[in-house]
């Protein structure tokens, strides 16, 4: 008897496949699972996802433990979208940290107060972006954590003191990240890289800019960088520009907004479902729940559609701020 598999299915398929690591393909294998059609031409390729799912869960319990500093240097992501904060000591990380979330983390004169990274939420608008504060680099000593943390994150902020000869600071940064093995990228798309290398989307700031000699400073670094970085000049002190920067990290994010209401309800601007920017309907329902993605429909979308309410299909492309009512 013949399988008959749903594009749906085989999109799941493909995810799967393209899945990296343990989580991601358990997710996926999950979504398989859900959505494959339930017959008896099927029934073989159900018993290989359950076994294939034994396995995947197996390994995930029998993955080797880490080591401390890794797992102070493993951050768990909440809200939005996951930023981390790099910059030289003293450059003000944890100053800004303080300015923008409601955590805390220890500002002081002297270099190396921040041990360890320290997540915190930063509100913009209606979503919370989580920020994580980092120990200070130094160039003989790379904590072995940190480089993951970076390319696991969604976004880098790279931190310089205007006050103080920004162009080396770049430089020094831009060496150790070298050592890492991580690219920033600023304008422009992610490359994809080979030999361990990974990439991050950076936003430069210039900060103590509140300090008369500072935007000298920052004149000399944008001349050099503008074209390649966005950058900002702020006062972390200050609190200068700071609802810049938040628009500036959301844009930086390549994420976008949505809302989903119930037929005749009404939406909840309040509570968005973020996605990737290029995410469909689909996409929309996976994110409530898995069942929901397979059992969909179609959806009617108020916004990008070409009339409020019209009728769309699972991949129709979803924009920033559509209400979309999900049919199942
Ligand atoms: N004038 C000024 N001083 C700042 C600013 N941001 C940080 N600082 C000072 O720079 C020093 C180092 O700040 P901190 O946030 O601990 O830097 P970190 O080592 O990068 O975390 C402290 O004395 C801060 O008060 C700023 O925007 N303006
Ligand atoms: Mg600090």
């Known amino acids: 008897m013949p399988a008959n598999l749903t594009p749906q299915y085989l999109e799941a398929e493909a995810n799967f496949k393209q899945a990296k690591t343990i989580p991601e ?9 859900a959505i494959i059609p339930k017959h008896k031409g099927t029934e073989k390729i159900r018993a290989q996802l359950k076994s294939r799912m034994a396995k995947l869960k197996e390994e995930l319990q029998r993955r080797p433990t880490i080591g401390r500093t890794e797992q102070a240097y493993t951050i768990k992501r909440e809200g939005a979208a996951q930023v981390v904060l790099l910059g030289l000591p003293n450059s003000g990380k944890s100053s800004l940290f303080s300015q923008v979330t409601h955590a805390f983390s220890e500002v002081a004169e002297y270099p190396f107060t921040t041990q360890k990274p320290i997540p915190g939420m930063m509100k913009f608008e209606n979503i919370q972006i989580q920020l994580v504060d980092t120990p200070p680099i130094q160039l003989d000593h790379i904590e072995p954590g940190l480089s993951n943390l970076i390319r696991n994150a969604d976004a880098l902020l790279l931190i310089i003191d205007l006050t103080k000869d920004p162009v080396f600071q770049m430089e020094i940064l831009q060496e150790e990240l070298k050592q890492m093995k991580i690219e920033v990228v600023g304008k422009g798309t992610l490359p994809s890289l080979e030999g361990g290398w990974g990439s991050q989307k950076t936003l430069f700031l210039g900060n103590k800019c ?21 950058i900002l000049p702020i006062s972390a002190k200050e609190g200068m520009n700071c609802e810049e920067l938040k628009r500036e990290i959301y844009q930086l994010l390549n994420i976008i907004r949505v809302y989903t209401k119930a037929p005749g309800g009404e939406s909840d601007l309040t509570e968005p479902v973020v996605l990737k920017k290029g995410s469909t309907v689909g996409d929309v329902a996976l994110s409530i729940h898995k069942d929901f993605f397979a059992k969909l429909r179609y959806a009617k979308i108020w916004g990008s559609g070409k009339f409020g309410g019209q009728m769309v299909k699972r991949d129709h492309q979803v924009n920033e701020g559509d209400v979309i009512e999900l049919h199942i």
């Open 25 to 33: 393909k358990i997710k996926a294998l999950e979504i398989m699972m």
């Open 210 to 230: 509140d300090v008369s000699n500072a935007m000298e400073g920052y004149r000399i670094f944008e001349i050099r960088f503008k074209d390649i970085f966005p």
